[in-house]
């Protein structure tokens, strides 16, 4: 049986949808494997993060005050997307040697449809497959048993909750989901 290995993805955008908006950066790290059980990684041992060139000049000020990062400074030292994005690929596919790799992420709509657009966009295709994508919201709201509008973290136990910051710094906060995210896969609903 194939493994499964799971790429915590967290990505800082200038607007809500990829194309008319840009990706400003994206960050990565290894979450665990699943084969026979879950295994946790460290999620700071195998780690991805880039800066990229904005792809258009339009931009919604409120979403790019969230990441910090500077428009001007990106359109002149940002990575390429298509180099930065072949460069992903390669990452994902070597560190996942013989396992599938799979995309997590809270919440996976937003930070998969970034990263899914640009891989078609610029690489013509996209490591994880068409749905190789997994929800933490999702599946917290499955194993707790709770509706969707209450699978967030305010309302999710303490020990699910990784101890790392969260930033807005893609790969501080990638970190952080990938804590999360081996947590959950770990925990039996009614675990003190």
Known sequence: MRA???FSVDVEADGPIPG???????????AGTMGEAFARTDPTAATFYRELRP???EFVPAALEVSGLDRAALQRDGADPAVAMREFSRWVTATAGEA?????????SFDW????????????????GHSGCLDVKTAYAIKAGVPFGRAHK???????????????????????????FANLMSWEPGQP
Do not use: C, N
């Open 154 to 180: 305010r309302a999710m136990p303490k020990q699910l909750l990784s101890t790392r910051p969260h930033t807005h710094h893609a790969l501080d906060d990638a970190v952080e989901q990938a804590d999360l």
């Open 100 to 108: 599938r790799p799979v995309f997590v992420a809270y919440p996976a």
């Open 55 to 57: 792809i258009s000049d």
């Open 113 to 128: 449809m970034f990263v899914y657009w640009y891989l078609i966009r610029f690489t013509g295709a996209s490591v994880f």
């Open 4 to 6: 499964d290995m799971y």
């Open 20 to 30: 008319p908006y840009s990706m400003l950066s994206f960050g990565a790290a290894v």
